[in-house]
């Protein structure tokens, strides 16, 4: 099948911990690579940011990324990008229409590709799926603030919801928010993202660490709706353990972040200074490494989306403590693989952490159910097997019947 990812803002060939660049990057490059292995031909359209970026080029894993000049050629901001959208859109159905190669589905990523990618679907008649990965309205709700682009975000989200053929849910609160929102359910169908289980798996470097300190580890970018606070907050709870705590800049500009700053201040006030370490950010490459040298992952988000972390944690065998928001709820099974807690309840938090931290057996059966549910549930493969199905039963309905004999 001919598989057209269309990812404005994310190529898939971006380093992630660059500003707009995390799961989204990760999650296209990875889906490209998994739909390239099961033997489709798949271009990821992404917008031409550099001009030092060719028309096209080759991903090490076998997919195309096409770089589409729309807009000018450097970084803008994925809130500032509905502008081009339309001029990329037309790129697009200008590139299917001229025949060299015509797709046989759409699948956009994130609400202002999927804007593009219906205009280049209405002139070609490719069907189009569209992944949102955040909801404006979700967001907002959680932050507070209206910072997730332009004000008609929500609007635009609304009806994507009924101008594509089909939405791919990654969780099971997005069907319920996007019911409300008045998106038909028959046109969804829910597809976890997968976690790379060549990179997160047990057996590995283990980064350093002191064997009779219990480990806590949290991993994640240095923002407040993270939840590191509240892991801070819930330290006193577990006197002997240190806490580790790995993303936000490099360590060397720590000193210069102003989260990290107040995630420091915290620990002071809390006397648990001595066993805070904030590692700063850590290559993609060795992330695995610090979570097998943990004893628990604790993933305490006010929200999330998606949350790749308590699955990379669970693919490398360590149990997780998450709070029960967005997909974390879906991929932590409380008390078989790990516990979920309230959000922003950090004696909650401190409660989970002494139990499971005294209790070896507990860790134990966590960490192997989790690794189960991760291999069962949570590989690529089988990603790209469910929208490979999804993807076929939309280019059986578009083409026309064949005539009976
Ligand atoms: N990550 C990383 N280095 C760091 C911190 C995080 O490579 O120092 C990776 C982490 O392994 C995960 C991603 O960044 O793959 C974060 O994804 P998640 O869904 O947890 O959060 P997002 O950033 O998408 O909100």
């Not at 693989?337 to 139990?355: C, E, F, K």
Request: glycine residues 10%; positive net charge; proline residues 9%.
């Amino acid at each position: 099948m001919r598989i057209a990812m269309i990812s404005q803002h994310a190529s898939p060939l971006a380093a992630p911990g660059a500003e707009d660049a995390g799961g989204q990057n990760t999650h296209v490059a990875e889906l490209a690579s998994a739909l390239t292995v099961a033997g489709h031909d798949v271009r990821v359209y992404t917008r031409r940011d550099s001009p030092a970026l060719p028309e096209a080029v080759d991903a090490p894993d076998g997919y195309q990324v096409c770089h589409v000049p729309a807009g000018p050629a450097r970084r803008v901001p994925k809130a500032d990008l509905l502008p081009h959208t339309g001029e990329f859109g037309g790129r697009l159905a200008d590139t299917w229409r001229r025949g060299g190669w015509t797709p046989d589905v759409a699948h956009a990523h994130f609400w202002t590709s999927g804007l593009a990618t219906v205009h280049a679907s209405r002139r070609t008649g490719v069907p189009t799926v569209l992944t949102y990965h955040s909801l404006g309205t979700v967001k907002r709700r959680h932050q507070g603030v209206p910072d997730t682009g332009p004000p008609g975000r929500a609007g635009y989200e609304r009806a994507l919801g009924r101008a594509v053929d089909r939405v791919v849910v990654q969780r099971s609160d997005e069907v319920a928010e996007l019911v409300r929102m008045g998106v038909p359910r028959s046109r969804m169908a829910l597809v976890p993202s997968g976690v790379n289980e060549a990179v997160f798996r047990p057996d590995g470097p283990v980064a350093p660490r002191d064997p009779a300190r219990p480990r806590i580890l949290t991993v994640g970018r240095m923002v407040e709706r993270k939840g590191f606070l509240d892991v801070v907050r819930a330290l006193p709870a577990v006197p002997d353990a240190e806490c580790v705590v790995v993303g936000g800049p490099p360590a060397h500009l720590l000193p210069a972040d102003t989260f990290a700053r107040r995630l420091s201040a915290l620990a002071d006030s809390c006397g648990v200074a001595d066993r805070v370490r904030l590692l700063g950010g850590v290559p993609r490459e060795e992330v695995a490494a610090w979570y097998r040298s943990a004893d628990v992952l604790v993933a305490a988000p006010w929200y999330e989306p998606f949350g790749l972390t308590p699955l990379e944690g669970m693919a490398c065998g360590v149990p997780v403590i998450g709070t029960n928001v967005g997909g974390i709820a879906d991929s932590v099974v409380d008390g078989l693989t790990g516990d979920l807690v309230p959000p922003r309840d950090p004696r909650a938090l401190g409660t989970a952490l002494r139990r499971l931290l005294g209790d070896n057996v507990r860790r134990f059966a966590y960490a192997t159910a989790a690794l189960d549910r991760v291999r069962s549930r949570y590989s690529w493969r089988r990603c790209a097997e469910q929208l490979v199905a999804v993807y076929g039963a939309l280019t059986t309905a578009a083409r026309p019947a064949p005539a009976v004999a």
